[in-house]
């Protein structure tokens, strides 16, 4: 088992639309989450940190329920510019390494 | 604004030669990070180092070493490049600690092994 996974889609929404990702991780010792966006042929950005209490940033909102290990990303009134690859990110306390999920692709279209 | 420079965006080698990437970062990070990017396998990392002289393996570190002499420069090494080593390239720096601190990107080296 992998230790995040993602729905690697791709999700082909409508401009406007409401689209959302899950991301599972399998160590419940993982202590931080972020996601991240990266475009075609691009380096991955950060789009976000994923807090306890839920985060939103815009049309972006970020969840975390650790007692069923998974965080999710809600995009609203998808924009065109959405479009990208977005990255689950996980990480816990031993060596500091990220743990990146396969991403989940996104296309807005007109 | 973090500055994560790779020396190369393109790069084609020959199987067998040893091939340097080089990365530097401007936000004087203690921690640098090296991984590579390969369709369906994502982001894997190679080598990460938290301090000068420092190195730590990753998840596939075999065939490729590293360096950092310097706290703003990190550099991966193919010892001797082959054909499977063709990939994308990705260097990343952060504050530390690094399981609470966003990873800075550069901009990916495409290494191509003949």
């Known amino acids: 088992r992998k230790e995040v996974e993602q729905d690697p889609g791709p999700f082909n929404v409508p401009e406007g639309a409401t689209v959302a990702f899950n991301c599972t991780y399998s160590?419940?010792?993982?202590?931080?989450f972020f996601w991240y966006r990266q475009d075609c042929r691009k380096e991955p950005k950060l789009l976000m940190s994923v807090y306890s209490s839920g985060n939103e940033d815009g049309r972006f909102t970020a969840q975390l329920n650790r007692a069923s290990q998974y965080i999710s990303l809600l995009i609203r009134d998808s924009k065109l510019s959405d479009s990208a690859t977005y990255l689950c990110v996980v990480t816990y306390n031993q060596g500091g390494k990220l743990i990146f999920g396969q991403g989940t692709e996104l296309s807005v279209k007109p | 604004d973090v500055k994560v420079t790779q020396s190369s965006r393109y790069l084609v080698k020959r199987t067998g030669e040893k091939v340097f990437l080089e990365c530097v970062q401007d936000m004087d990070h203690e921690n640098m990070f090296w991984y590579r990017q390969d369709p369906g396998l994502g982001l894997r990392l190679i080598y990460f180092s938290y301090d000068v002289k420092m190195k730590e393996k990753g998840d596939i570190p075999e065939g490729y070493s590293v360096s950092r002499e310097k706290k703003e420069r990190f550099s991966l090494i193919l010892e001797s490049a082959s054909t499977n080593q063709t990939s994308m390239y990705l260097c990343a720096s952060s504050l530390p600690p690094g399981w609470a601190q966003p990873q800075h990107f550069g901009d990916g080296t495409r290494l191509s092994i003949l």
């Open positions: 160590n419940s010792a993982s202590q931080s």
